[in-house]
């Protein structure tokens, strides 16, 4: 799993945090072309955005959000120097995180 | 079935070809059986298919085209969506992987980056010596084989996939300049747009059906892209092949998946038939800049 992170100014003010994560967000219906078994639910459950170490935003996903997601977050109090944090946990209790430096 | 020529004669065909031309308002100028086509009939082909798609679509340059599907006004609702993604896209990992796959060494120490390739926007490059045409894919291997290094078997998705996009995507910005000057050309020229304007497949459809008479109208819940333009985002991150974890493709891979949506055998990938068709298609995107790799649905 990887996850990357990229911030930029938001036209609104703030600062636009995008996450690009590496997951496969299997549903749990597709079938295996090969072997006709449904492929087992693998997708993330939540994701969490923190801001120099403060929850500031929480996204639940689930099996409607498509493989390799992008989520992006407009954090209004975000400011140069900052730390953004960002961590996933997947209903196989696997997680990831990253954080970047708001420039 | 798919077979283009099965129980017709060549003037039926022709016939046919013709009368589809004219139902497009596209004249399809002095194409006959027996004389060979020109430079000039190329020319008049390339004005008339781009003039086409400048007037259907008014407001979009010739530059828009490039954006493939995401350029056509009927898609405005998804295009901010793309506009989004495009810049964090999720083939940005296996980019840098391409580089470094680029520049990693051989055996005998020299690398893909030493090899002998063609600006990206002259592809499909005619082989006189040969009479093939050579495509970035086609070329990758050849030179892997002249280093006594092993060829990419798959030439449709993954590693050969992700080094072509590294390759071409050098060349970003760069118009369409494919040269037909040479007769060998003009008759793989003249192959691909047969392909392109023939009816096949249990649907009975050409590329043309879609991508020219019905390009912005929607089939199911997509919408259908404009001929024009299409290649120069490929090789391409499809988010349908991504579920499957096979998510990029060259143009090949995308004319199989084309061919089986209309109920007909795809052909093989870098065999004569693509070969021709993306030589068409190539052709006929002159002056339109490169925009690769591209992230589709």
Redo the contacts between chains.
Sequence with gaps: MSTKMKIKKSADGGYEVMVLAKHPMETGLRKDSKTGEKIPAHFIKTMEFSLNGTAVAQADLGTGVSTNPLISVTLADAKPGDTVGVNWVDNKGESDSAEAAVK | MGNVGSGYSRRAKMKKLVSLAFAAGIAMVGASAVQAISEAEIKKDIEEFQGFFLKRFPGLTLEDFSDGVNALPQYAHRRANWE??M??P?F??EMDKAAEEWAAPFQNGKSLADCDLAPAQNYPVFDAASGDLRTVEGDINACLKANGEEVIKNVKRGKMARLVAHYKSQFNGEKMAVDYSDPGAQAWYEKGRQFYWAKRGQLNFSCADCHVHNSGNSARGDVLSAGLGHGVGFPVWR?KW??A?KPWGTIHRRYGGCNNQVRADGFKAQGEEYKALEFYESVMNTGVPLKVPSLRQ
Aim: glycine share 10%; aromatic share 10%; charged share 20%.
């Design positions: 989004i993604n810049e964090f999720q940005e990992p988010t991504q579920v974890g």
